[in-house]
């Protein structure tokens, strides 16, 4: 039998990188799908290296000519595409505190490169990759939203709450769609987990967070992996429209 395959974005590092990494062990072809194509190559060699079919696909997920033709080399590499795991993601900050802009002084091209990436980004992986799911009548499709797309959360702006926020909403909608066609749609928000995109942001805050964190530490990207291994697998096949928080109890709502 041939391995289910899965794309995930956003797949260089972090918490990408976990989530693709834990579907290769446990037994799907991934395509590991980022901005940086060294990195997207890199992980999926590591893969190989243990005896998993992966691929390495360079995509800027706003750009949907590039998802597509993503799309199209996975499926061609792999085969058809039954699990869609949206979650490259950015939340700029500036300066050496790792400061975001107020929403009185930030660029408008910085509030629409979040948008087009963090929410434009899932919907272009959704359009080209939910017909093949469609076709086959099934399908996993897992969200990466936020804590911070449900309620005030002083570390991120304006641009990246309002983009995990529309990601809860797109997901919910979506699960009433794709579900007729066997296909669950789910998100998962994270809460401090400790990346690349995480230590962007100054110490001093991130130390606030575990504070205020009910289990007095931050999260590990393996954590949020087992989740979208759980979302992904046949143990939640009757789970659709769900936000599961993975944050140790921080913001929760
Ligand atoms: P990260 O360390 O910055 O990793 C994100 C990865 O996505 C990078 O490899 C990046 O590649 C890639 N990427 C960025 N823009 C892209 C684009 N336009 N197209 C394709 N790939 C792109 O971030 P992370 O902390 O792992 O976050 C992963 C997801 O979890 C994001 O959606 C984030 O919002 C969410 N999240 C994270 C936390 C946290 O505390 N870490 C909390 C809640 C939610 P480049 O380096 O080339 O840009």
Redesign the pocket.
């Known amino acids: 039998m041939s391995a289910r395959v899965a794309f995930v974005?956003?797949?260089?590092?972090?918490?990408?990188?976990a989530q693709a990494d834990a579907l290769a062990d446990a037994g799907l072809a991934v395509a590991y799908?980022?901005?940086?194509a060294a990195?997207a190559n890199e992980a999926a060699e590591a893969a190989i290296a243990r005896g998993v079919a992966a691929i390495g696909l360079a995509?800027?997920?706003?750009d949907y000519a590039a998802v597509a033709a993503a799309a199209q080399a996975a499926a061609a590499a792999l085969g058809p595409v039954e699990v869609l795991v949206n979650?490259?993601?950015?939340?700029p900050k500036s300066g050496a505190d790792g400061r975001r802009a107020e929403a009185w002084e930030m660029p408008p091209e910085e509030w629409r490169r979040v948008i087009?990436?963090?929410l434009t980004?899932a919907f272009n992986c959704v359009r080209a990759l939910s017909p093949g799911m469609k076709a086959q009548g099934k399908g996993r499709i897992v969200n990466?939203?936020?804590?911070?797309g449900r309620t005030y959360c002083d570390i991120v702006g304006v641009h990246?709450a309002a983009s995990?926020a529309a990601l809860i909403g797109f997901t919910k909608h979506l699960a009433g769609e794709l579900g007729p066609y066997g296909i669950t749609v789910n998100a998962i928000?994270?809460?401090?987990?400790?990346?690349?995109?995480?230590r962007?942001t100054a110490s001093t805050a991130n130390e606030a967070v575990r504070l205020s964190t009910p289990l007095r530490r931050?999260?590990q990207?393996e954590e949020?992996a087992a989740t979208c291994v759980f979302l992904t697998s046949d143990a939640s096949a009757f789970v659709t429209g769900q936000v599961v928080d993975v944050a140790g109890g921080w913001l929760m709502t």
Do not use: Q
Request: proline fraction near 6%; avoid cysteine.
């Open positions: 974005t956003g797949a260089g590092r972090g918490i990408g990188r799908v980022d901005h940086d990195l995509a800027d997920v706003s979650n490259a993601g950015i939340s087009d990436v963090n980004g990466i939203a936020s804590v911070a990246y995990k928000a994270p809460g401090r987990i400790d990346t690349p995109m995480m962007g931050l999260g990207p949020v």
